[in-house]
């Protein structure tokens, strides 16, 4: 085979060659026929494909091919709903609604509402006209330790540093956070200048420590002391795992991390930043509280939580009953689901650890009832957010607000290319090139972002009086329903059995947790 197509090369050239010397192009021809002889010895020579080797220059069709595949079947072969990991009729409703466009969808729904998982909010003959003034969107967080409540809308921007998205991808986000009403969660990467621009700030301290480290990895309190007195940070989260790779540290790749980004997360420029899988400060479910505790005095009272990705039960039980043995509470809880985020992860992480979303909030809002804690504690959902309806969904099963991460990229005009983590970004929003940077237009992309929370909070409005409710926490798990089956129809508190408050408080436990009762402990992580 190797033979004939040789054979074929020589065909080509002296036909070419010839046909050069006839018409006056020959030079132009040798041109295009040389490297592709130079390119043909080299496949045949080389020894780590042996498809090159067997087929020279025409095995490499099979590369180009797998390098175009994703981008001809997201825009030639895949349909409205079948996209992963956000189909289609997500992004384009995101899109719509971020550009102020037309998002009304003709001629009845594109999704199987009798196949298995199909999930709708049931609706009130009493239905009734709620004016978005007269919903009450925001949420106060702060429990009786906290000196600093904060009122929060109830979707935000989630948790991206400055590393994985460019200096004007964060700008953008900023600036439509502030003209929009909502906060911005930095990510673990540290509090950077362009966090900075005006609107509320969540500042999330990762493992690594990044903006208030010591020069051996730890804990810096006049570091931490200093930068969240900043007027725009109104909360401070201290992040345990994220559900992109939950149990795993977060990295940042050498090709991102620029002289700036080193300054700001304390580091040397140019090498991979590798965040630990735990914290250096706390391993155990009181520790933990009380490095809550602790950052809450040094911020002056601001509100301070954690963010977790759920992973065994147990674990959070022991965090709930540490809460009761010493009295110290988070204000807030931040639940990210398993199904993965922004952040690049091992293949086993992102399809196969850690808990999904919607089990996780209902496992946290449950275990925070069952030792009555459930009251001080304000759990936000973080994860897959595109539509007011996922919104919905996440309340229902116990978050009392939203983040959303990759629907605010896809707002700032994300396309989906799926190569986050290759530097190489097209749109220029998960990049530290310059060169892509400068394709992005802060003012236009944050005017798209301000949008699309604007349209979505107003059909979090419509569905709210739809379902007959003047307030996001009337919301319960009565009113969303699935199909479980062909002859099974399931509220989601037939799914996702609510437990009574306090039940966990005595030693008689509810028969799905007494399995878990003798693991619960609160001196380590077990």
């Excluded at 018409?23 to 090159?52: F, N, T, Y």
């Amino acid at each position: 085979m190797s033979k004939t197509i040789y054979a074929v090369f020589a065909a080509i050239t002296v036909t070419i060659f010839f046909g050069g010397l006839l018409w006056g192009w020959v030079w132009w021809s040798l041109i295009l026929v040389v490297p592709a002889w130079i390119l043909a010895i080299k496949d045949s020579l080389q020894e780590e494909h042996s498809l090159r080797r067997n087929f020279p220059l025409l095995g490499r069709a099979r590369w180009l091919a797998e390098l175009l595949r994703p981008f001809v079947r997201q825009y030639f072969i895949e349909s409205e709903t079948d996209g992963a990991p956000i189909s289609r009729m997500f992004r384009s409703i995101v899109y719509q609604r971020a550009k102020g466009d037309l998002e009304m969808v003709p001629y009845g729904t594109k999704v199987d509402v009798y196949r298995d998982g199909y999930e709708w909010l049931g609706h009130s003959l009493g239905a009734h006209t709620v004016k978005p003034t007269d919903l009450d969107s925001r949420v106060e967080i702060g429990g009786p330790d906290c000196k600093q409540k904060y009122s929060a809308s109830l979707l935000n921007i989630s948790a991206m540093s400055y590393g994985s998205l460019s200096s004007a991808a964060l700008t953008a986000l900023n600036k439509g956070a502030k003209a929009g009403g909502f906060y911005h969660n930095t990510g673990e990467g540290g509090l950077s200048p362009y966090h900075l621009g005006g609107a509320d700030v969540v500042w999330q301290i990762g493992t690594g420590y990044f903006g208030c480290r010591t020069k051996e990895g730890g804990f810096n309190p006049e570091l931490f002391k200093e930068k969240t007195a900043h007027p725009n940070v109104k909360m401070i989260e201290i992040k345990l795992s994220q559900g992109a790779k939950p149990g795993h540290g977060g990295i940042l790749p050498a090709s991102k991390n620029t002289r700036d980004i080193a300054r700001i997360r304390t580091v040397e420029a140019g090498t991979e930043v590798v965040s630990p899988s735990t914290h250096r400060e706390f391993d155990s479910p009181v520790g933990l509280l009380e490095f809550v505790q602790k950052l809450r005095e040094l911020s002056d009272g601001k509100p301070i939580g954690f963010k977790l990705c759920v992973g065994r039960r147990a674990e959070l039980l022991s965090i709930c009953r540490a809460m009761v043995e010493t009295g110290i509470k988070p204000d807030f809880i931040t639940v990210d689901g398993g199904e993965g985020g922004t952040g690049a992860a091992p293949l086993e992480y992102s399809n196969s650890v850690g808990m999904p979303l919607r089990e996780g909030l209902a496992a946290v809002d449950d275990c925070l009832r069952g030792f009555g804690v459930r009251e001080d504690i304000r759990v936000i959902a973080s994860g897959k957010v595109f539509t007011a309806f996922h919104m919905a969904k996440n309340l229902a099963l116990g978050a009392d607000l939203c983040n959303s991460a990759r629907g605010m990229m896809l707002a700032l005009g994300c396309v989906q290319s799926l190569i986050c983590h290759t530097n190489h970004c097209p749109t220029g929003i998960a990049t530290q090139d310059p060169d892509l940077i400068k394709g992005l237009v802060v003012g236009d992309k944050s005017q798209r972002v301000q949008r699309f929370h604007a349209e979505t909070m107003h059909a979090f409005v419509d569905l709210m009086s739809s379902a007959g409710l003047r307030s996001a926490r009337d919301l319960t798990r009565t009113h969303i329903y699935r199909r479980c089956g062909q002859d099974t129809i399931k509220r989601y508190d037939q799914i996702y059995t609510p437990v009574t408050d306090g039940v966990l408080l005595g030693s008689d436990w509810p028969e799905p947790y007494q399995d878990m009762q003798s693991a619960v402990m609160t001196d380590r992580f077990s």
